[in-house]
């Protein structure tokens, strides 16, 4: 096997694995006060279920592209895949930014004196996406160099 394609599924599984942690541990908001009910957090924490979904196809999508490459080997039909596996680690990367920015305005610009700061789970879906950028990265390597080379 290719060691882009071996690294692609790599970073995949621990992207998926630290969203998935990030986005159902109930460290988001830490410390002292009282936490108004807010808004915006309500529609982060509907937004953030979406690149879970996103991180769920990228696997689906790489399992079967990386069947069809071990069947009949490296292909030109075998770019699209990879291109779409980018794209969905762009969204995702879009949406857990605008996700963590939401959590983190709603906190600055309602709680005044609270003592409020973004826990643990908000920083493994940060550390998720800041891992992705490799997975749209060696995607486009894939898919416009790799096919060309084998």
Do not use: E
């Amino acid at each position: 096997m290719n060691a882009s394609l071996f690294l692609l599924g790599f970073l995949i599984v621990i992207c998926s694995i630290l969203d998935i942690v990030g986005t159902y541990t109930p460290g988001w908001i830490v410390g002292n006060g009282n936490l108004p009910v807010l808004t915006w957090i309500d529609v982060a924490g509907i937004l953030i279920n979406l690149p879970v979904g996103c991180y769920i196809g990228m696997l689906i999508i790489f399992g079967v592209n990386t069947r069809l490459i071990c069947n009949q080997g490296f292909t030109n039909s075998n770019r699209t895949p990879f291109l779409v596996i980018a794209g969905l680690a762009l969204i995702a990367i879009a949406l857990i930014v605008a996700c963590v920015i939401m959590v983190a305005v709603s906190l600055n610009s309602y709680c005044g004196r609270c003592d409020y700061s973004l826990g643990y789970s908000a920083w493994l879906c940060v550390s998720s996406a800041i891992l992705s950028l490799g997975i749209v990265g060696l995607s486009i390597h894939l898919a416009r160099k790799s096919c060309c080379d084998c």
